[in-house]
């Protein structure tokens, strides 16, 4: 019987079946043709005067690629196109007769939100409507009906957000990337490979490690909205799903940390001296095991009891000063891998329970994420450059005060945002455009006069659209998108070629005051963006590893320079992959790649040593190290100029160096736990020399200097 029905269903509904299958690209070309189509549609047959203004919001988030999003994020565009709105209202009350003071708050507080753009961490598509509503409120000049046209600009801007915000969640809904069931899975799988790797191969282990922080960071995306997809169908109150997120985090700095401190060299001979390891090693992998099953069908995990590895004394003696306090260090890490996982598998256990939990439990949880990444120079190189944009284009409007005119300054400062500082290239911009311009005066001449009906302004407004998402990459879609906007179709349908291609003309205009502004006064050609942020990497990384000073203001600068260290290495990544492989032919794709990689973990080597050197010198302990640690600073300050075998020898000398402060240590008195820091802190230090003499061979091997090169 259940076969016929299901037969006799797709008979039925064929049509509707097809839907699901249809390719992703498909689909988003689809949803937002037909979102623009009808927030067009729409807005005519409301006869408002703007009615093109939905269209350009709907293109203007689309262009950020397929929305994953609720409809509370629509809202917040929409918020973001009502914050805009009274910003320009506001300036244009402040100063209604200066045009000078108003262009210039317009600018200062368009170099706000421009910072705001680059440094929020989550959509920006919010900031970006918010300058564009906020810039184009001025209407080309005009004194006159400036509320009116406020509000018909903000009414139309909402409206196309709300169409958009709705057909995404109701047409082919996109969840994130993956939903929360399978990213949590995916996790528990780079947890059980990251285990595996680190008690086997020290590059395996380093490699895992950055596809490991990416399931983390992803995961953490999905613990933080208020979506309600639970494993199993389970509902449960939103703070038992994110008090999930502490004990995660927690593993993956557990894990971390042996990959760096290398147990894969000693897990043997330390299970053979001390064996209940070897029975906290077997429960880790067993509780990994139980995580990554759970999200597949929910069970009430069994949870081990707590682990408390005494160790022998008398098997510690035997080992060398440095060697004992390695093997406990490593014990302390287990543990608390071990720890940690319990912590996670109680918390599971506790979801599938009815009693409350207390509110203690999750007031690690409840913080916010941390949503900004302040202090980067590139963002505010692109916020100082968004501004220059804005006053050169001013100026040219001056020098041809025409009404369109202002289009030039006020869409290049919104665009800048899509532009600078960002992979996308001015000169494939203006390829684009041509190729709209082409498309878009043949049918403006050829097919618009020719419409008659509704449904075939409608299925004009799709076709175009649909094309413009389908066959050309969503990066520049926007811009062949604009086309059709140019067009000026409303209800007072009047064709003026000349007005049409002024407007094209202007828009040529603009983009080449973007491809100017792409070398002036920062260059964002992929190769100089590479190499400041690798000098900028190497000089951050350099300072970082020295000796921490007293002062207040290196206390500041410190902090900054830490949460800058693994944003650049991230971005040496980024912009690494957009170098010219066809002219600079001589680089050694090998060697860049494990430069890169170097990099990445000596970002992470520094941001482990930090929080150690403090603990270690609030208890008076550095002192013994701090010779060692002067020489260390000297030694890498002159890394870059010296040959690499005088390199090798003098880390090994500071090693042993190293080794033999650690020995002079009475390991009886400092405690296990101080002792385990010690270790770490050593370890730790020595395997950053390593990884810096590492990166700066495969940088002299990779051939860096042929970005130096110029093509003018």
Same mark, same amino acid.
Not at 403 to 429: H, K, R, W
């Given at each position: 019987?259940?076969?016929?029905?299901?037969?006799?269903?797709?008979?039925?509904?064929?049509?509707?079946?097809?839907?699901?299958?249809?390719?992703?690209?498909?689909?988003?070309?689809?949803?937002?043709?037909?979102?623009?189509?009808?927030?067009?549609?729409?807005?005519?047959?409301?006869?408002?005067?703007?009615?093109?203004?939905?269209?350009?919001?709907?293109?203007?988030?689309?262009?950020?690629?397929?929305?994953?999003?609720?409809?509370?994020?629509?809202?917040?565009?929409?918020?973001?196109?009502?914050?805009?709105?009274?910003?320009?209202?506001?300036?244009?009350?402040?100063?209604?007769?200066?045009?000078?003071?108003?262009?210039?708050?317009?600018?200062?507080?368009?170099?706000?939100?421009?910072?705001?753009?680059?440094?929020?961490?989550?959509?920006?598509?919010?900031?970006?409507?918010?300058?564009?509503?906020?810039?184009?409120?001025?209407?080309?000049?005009?004194?006159?009906?400036?509320?009116?046209?406020?509000?018909?600009?903000?009414?139309?801007?909402?409206?196309?957000?709300?169409?958009?915000?709705?057909?995404?969640?109701?047409?082919?809904?996109?969840?994130?990337?993956?939903?929360?069931?399978?990213?949590?899975?995916?996790?528990?799988?780079?947890?059980?490979?990251?285990?595996?790797?680190?008690?086997?191969?020290?590059?395996?282990?380093?490699?895992?490690?950055?596809?490991?922080?990416?399931?983390?960071?992803?995961?953490?995306?999905?613990?933080?909205?208020?979506?309600?997809?639970?494993?199993?169908?389970?509902?449960?109150?939103?703070?038992?799903?994110?008090?999930?997120?502490?004990?995660?985090?927690?593993?993956?700095?557990?894990?971390?940390?042996?990959?760096?401190?290398?147990?894969?060299?000693?897990?043997?001979?330390?299970?053979?001296?001390?064996?209940?390891?070897?029975?906290?090693?077997?429960?880790?992998?067993?509780?990994?095991?139980?995580?990554?099953?759970?999200?597949?069908?929910?069970?009430?995990?069994?949870?081990?009891?707590?682990?408390?590895?005494?160790?022998?004394?008398?098997?510690?003696?035997?080992?060398?000063?440095?060697?004992?306090?390695?093997?406990?260090?490593?014990?302390?890490?287990?543990?608390?891998?071990?720890?940690?996982?319990?912590?996670?598998?109680?918390?599971?256990?506790?979801?599938?329970?009815?009693?409350?939990?207390?509110?203690?439990?999750?007031?690690?949880?409840?913080?916010?994420?941390?949503?900004?990444?302040?202090?980067?120079?590139?963002?505010?190189?692109?916020?100082?450059?968004?501004?220059?944009?804005?006053?050169?284009?001013?100026?040219?409007?001056?020098?041809?005060?025409?009404?369109?005119?202002?289009?030039?300054?006020?869409?290049?400062?919104?665009?800048?945002?899509?532009?600078?500082?960002?992979?996308?290239?001015?000169?494939?911009?203006?390829?684009?455009?041509?190729?709209?311009?082409?498309?878009?005066?043949?049918?403006?001449?050829?097919?618009?006069?020719?419409?008659?009906?509704?449904?075939?302004?409608?299925?004009?407004?799709?076709?175009?659209?649909?094309?413009?998402?389908?066959?050309?990459?969503?990066?520049?879609?926007?811009?062949?998108?604009?086309?059709?906007?140019?067009?000026?179709?409303?209800?007072?349908?009047?064709?003026?070629?000349?007005?049409?291609?002024?407007?094209?003309?202007?828009?040529?205009?603009?983009? *080449?005051?973007? =491809?100017?502004?792409?070398?002036?006064?920062?260059?964002? @050609?992929?190769?100089? &963006?590479?190499? !400041? +942020?690798? $000098?900028?990497?190497?000089?951050?990384?350099?300072?970082?590893?020295?000796?921490?000073?007293?002062?207040?203001?290196?206390?500041?600068?410190?902090?900054?320079?830490?949460?800058?260290?693994?944003?650049?290495?991230?971005?040496?990544?980024?912009?690494?992959?957009?170098?010219?492989?066809?002219?600079?032919?001589?680089?050694?794709?090998?060697?860049?790649?494990?430069?890169?990689?170097s990099a990445q973990l000596s970002a992470e080597i520094i941001t482990l040593l930090d929080p150690l050197r403090r603990r270690?010198?609030?208890?008076?302990?550095?002192?013994?190290?701090?010779?060692?640690?002067?020489?260390?600073?000297?030694?890498?300050?002159?890394?870059? *100029?010296?040959? =690499?075998?005088?390199?090798?020898?003098?880390?090994?000398? @500071?090693?042993?160096? &190293?080794?033999? !402060? +650690?020995? $002079?240590?009475?390991?009886?008195?400092?405690?296990?736990?101080?002792?385990?820091?010690?270790?770490?802190?050593?370890?730790?230090?020595?395997?950053?020399?390593?990884?810096?003499?590492?990166?700066?061979?495969?940088?002299?091997?990779?051939?860096?200097?042929?970005?130096?090169?110029?093509?003018?």
């Amino acid at each position: 019987m259940s076969t016929a029905v299901f037969s006799g269903s797709v008979a039925n509904g064929g049509a509707m079946a097809l839907l699901p299958s249809l390719p992703p690209r498909v689909r988003f070309a689809a949803k937002t043709a037909l979102a623009i189509t009808l927030s067009y549609l729409g807005a005519m047959a409301m006869q408002w005067s703007q009615p093109y203004q939905g269209p350009v919001a709907v293109m203007v988030i689309a262009s950020a690629g397929p929305l994953r999003e609720s409809l509370g994020k629509g809202v917040m565009r929409v918020v973001g196109t009502v914050i805009g709105a009274l910003l320009g209202l506001l300036f244009l009350a402040l100063f209604p007769q200066d045009t000078t003071l108003y262009f210039l708050a317009l600018t200062l507080a368009g170099g706000v939100i421009t910072y705001l753009y680059y440094a929020w961490q989550g959509d920006k598509s919010f900031w970006l409507i918010m300058l564009l509503v906020m810039v184009l409120l001025y209407n080309y000049g005009y004194v006159d009906d400036r509320l009116i046209y406020a509000v018909d600009r903000s009414w139309s801007t909402a409206f196309g957000i709300f169409v958009y915000a709705v057909l995404n969640l109701y047409l082919w809904p996109e969840k994130s990337a993956q939903s929360r069931v399978a990213q949590a899975a995916e996790l528990a799988r780079h947890w059980q490979s990251a285990f595996d790797a680190v008690q086997h191969g020290e590059e395996e282990a380093e490699a895992t490690l950055p596809q490991l922080e990416a399931a983390e960071k992803a995961m953490e995306r999905s613990l933080r909205v208020g979506a309600t997809e639970y494993p199993g169908g389970i509902a449960f109150d939103r703070y038992r799903w994110e008090s999930l997120w502490e004990p995660i985090l927690r593993i993956d700095r557990h894990l971390g940390m042996l990959a760096l401190m290398r147990w894969g060299r000693v897990r043997e001979r330390m299970e053979r001296l001390f064996p209940e390891t070897e029975l906290l090693r077997r429960e880790i992998g067993q509780m990994m095991g139980q995580f990554e099953r759970f999200w597949a069908a929910p069970f009430t995990p069994e949870v081990p009891p707590r682990r408390h590895v005494e160790l022998s004394r008398s098997a510690l003696e035997t080992l060398p000063a440095l060697e004992r306090a390695e093997m406990l260090s490593l014990t302390e890490e287990l543990q608390r891998l071990h720890e940690g996982l319990r912590t996670l598998l109680e918390r599971l256990a506790r979801i599938l329970s009815p009693e409350p939990d207390p509110v203690e439990t999750f007031s690690e949880s409840r913080k916010s994420p941390r949503r900004f990444h302040w202090g980067d120079p590139e963002d505010l190189k692109a916020a100082l450059t968004g501004m220059l944009v804005f006053w050169t284009g001013l100026g040219f409007w001056y020098l041809m005060p025409t009404d369109l005119g202002y289009m030039v300054p006020a869409m290049a400062f919104a665009l800048s945002l899509l532009i600078l500082f960002t992979p996308l290239n001015p000169l494939a911009l203006i390829f684009i455009y041509t190729l709209s311009f082409a498309v878009s005066f043949l049918t403006y001449v050829f097919v618009l006069p020719v419409l008659s009906t509704w449904w075939e302004l409608g299925l004009y407004f799709f076709l175009y659209m649909f094309a413009a998402y389908y066959f050309i990459p969503t990066a520049l879609s926007l811009f062949f998108g604009l086309g059709l906007v140019f067009q000026f179709i409303d209800n007072t349908t009047f064709f003026s070629v000349q007005l049409f291609v002024t407007v094209l003309l202007l828009f040529y205009l603009f983009l *080449g005051l973007l =491809l100017i502004f792409n070398y002036l006064p920062f260059s964002n @050609r992929p190769k100089d &963006l590479f190499l !400041r +942020l690798e $000098r900028r990497f190497r000089e951050l990384s350099r300072a970082l590893s020295g000796v921490e000073a007293g002062h207040k203001a290196w206390r500041v600068w410190q902090r900054w320079a830490l949460a800058q260290l693994p944003v650049t290495a991230a971005k040496m990544r980024l912009w690494a992959s957009k170098l010219d492989r066809h002219y600079f032919d001589r680089l050694d794709e090998k060697a860049l790649e494990r430069y890169l990689r170097s990099a990445q973990l000596s970002a992470e080597i520094i941001t482990l040593l930090d929080p150690l050197r403090r603990r270690l010198s609030s208890r008076g302990l550095l002192g013994e190290f701090e010779a060692v640690e002067k020489e260390v600073w000297s030694f890498l300050s002159k890394l870059r *100029g010296m040959e =690499l075998d005088k390199a090798r020898r003098l880390a090994a000398e @500071r090693g042993r160096e &190293l080794d033999a !402060r +650690l020995r $002079r240590i009475d390991w009886q008195a400092v405690g296990r736990q101080t002792l385990g820091d010690l270790a770490r802190y050593v370890t730790l230090r020595k395997r950053l020399i390593e990884s810096l003499i590492e990166g700066e061979a495969a940088r002299r091997k990779a051939g860096l200097e042929q970005l130096k090169w110029s093509r003018f």
